[in-house]
């Protein structure tokens, strides 16, 4: 079981230079998440997605988009990068409501850093 | 306003000793789920409990227990018997019914075990 897998895990971007993060799980979970987490900080939600064609945004959603095609993958795209998005970015996956209990099943993280 | 307040950015506990982490949180739902995770130096996230508002007794999984106080609207984590390897980021997070279900997190508590 792969559970849920980013990549890259490392990644090193200049200013205004565009990427995408990928995530994709194999459990066939409805919720998938991205979080970043900024050095000892908690995780604050970016998007979200409540199954395939259906995104919407968290808490600091500016300068970043997501899509959602199919129930695995969920990429997330930065564009016109910023030295304010370096951090480390997760992606997590859960149950729909009623199955479980609704924990997040964590992504390994993907290191960004912009300079 | 859903929100986590964890008031301890560091704890210290000698080894095999009792440890409580505080969590406060807020929200207007009647139905959430309360969690608590572990962010071990090498930076996975990893689930440790979980706590539903209707749920009338408190969580327990080995050495890990939830105090939950529906009242108080605190969830604070209890671990006895503290090992070296509990040495972490403890982050409490919650899930309210409303608002696509989205997990928010707490700022963390980093824990120090002593030997």
């Known amino acids: 079981n792969a559970g849920v897998t980013q990549t890259p895990k490392f990644r090193i971007l200049k200013i205004g230079q565009s990427m995408t993060l990928q995530c994709t799980q194999d459990?066939?979970?409805?919720?998938m998440y991205w979080y970043r987490q900024d050095p000892g900080m908690g995780l604050k939600l970016i998007y979200y997605?409540?199954?395939?064609?259906?995104?919407d945004k968290g808490e600091v959603p500016n300068g970043y988009n997501v899509s959602r095609s199919t129930t695995e993958d969920f990429p997330l795209r930065l564009e016109l990068a910023a030295p304010s998005q370096t951090s480390v970015y997760f992606c997590?996956?859960?149950?729909?409501?009623?199955?479980?209990?609704?924990?997040?099943?964590f992504g390994e993280g993907s290191r960004l850093t912009v300079l | 306003a859903q929100k986590i307040t964890q008031t301890q950015p560091g704890m210290f506990v000698q080894e095999k000793e009792a440890v409580t982490l505080d969590c406060t949180y807020d929200t207007s739902d009647q139905s959430y789920g309360l969690f608590w995770y572990k962010q071990p130096s090498s930076g996975e996230m990893i689930f440790l409990i979980y706590?539903?508002?209707?749920?009338?007794q408190n969580a327990t999984e080995g050495r890990y227990s939830l105090n939950f106080q529906k009242a108080r609207k605190s969830a604070n984590l209890v671990i006895s018997a503290s090992q070296l390897g509990d040495s972490a980021m403890y982050f409490c997070?919650?899930?309210?019914?409303?608002?696509?279900?989205?997990?928010?997190f707490g700022a963390g508590t980093r824990l120090f075990v002593k030997a």
């Open positions: 997070a919650m899930r309210p019914s409303s608002g696509g279900f989205k997990t928010i």
């Open positions: 997605s409540v199954g395939a064609g259906i995104t």
């Open positions: 459990m066939n979970h409805n919720y």
């Open positions: 706590q539903g508002s209707y749920d009338e």
């Open positions: 997590a996956s859960s149950y729909s409501s009623g199955r479980g209990t609704g924990e997040l099943f």
